[in-house]
């Protein structure tokens, strides 16, 4: 499988338009968390984009950019407390774009990164919905291992769903 030229970086503003045409689809907020809006608004993608702005360094969330335009998106939520070790990665990018590579490609180096600039991060785990087949295999590939199943540990669409929690630890 031939993987499309990618760049991951900081998110910019002048990536709204380009972000709420890509994010703007019932497909990716289907196996996305509830918070990302649906239909999703160049307001929103402005919102986003100045409240990550306005966190410090280092950045946790980038932007999956293809012939300079940010077509996806992947960031960590650090944990606190006793989980302060761990991190919580998500990521979505662009219908136009699935079946490439990218998203492996781009949760390896995500997964590089984090691990180098946050140093006090072990453990970057995932919950994926379970039939969202394709984000599991791109966990798969990019190194994650499936720890358990989260038995409807979650509801979407109004079904109550079970979870499968992947995650890879630093070496």
Known sequence: METTKYKLREWRLSDVAS?????????IWNNVRDYFPNPYSEEDGR????????????ATDRAIVIDGKAVGGMGIVPQTDVERISAEIGYWLGEDYWNRGIMTAAVKEMTEYVFLNFPELYKIYAPVFDFNLASQRVLQKAGFEREAILKQAAIKNDKIIDEHYYSILKM
């Open 19 to 27: 972000l709420a045409e890509n994010a703007n689809n019932i497909h």
């Open 47 to 58: 919102q986003f984009i100045e409240m990550v702005l306005a966190k410090p360094a280092p």
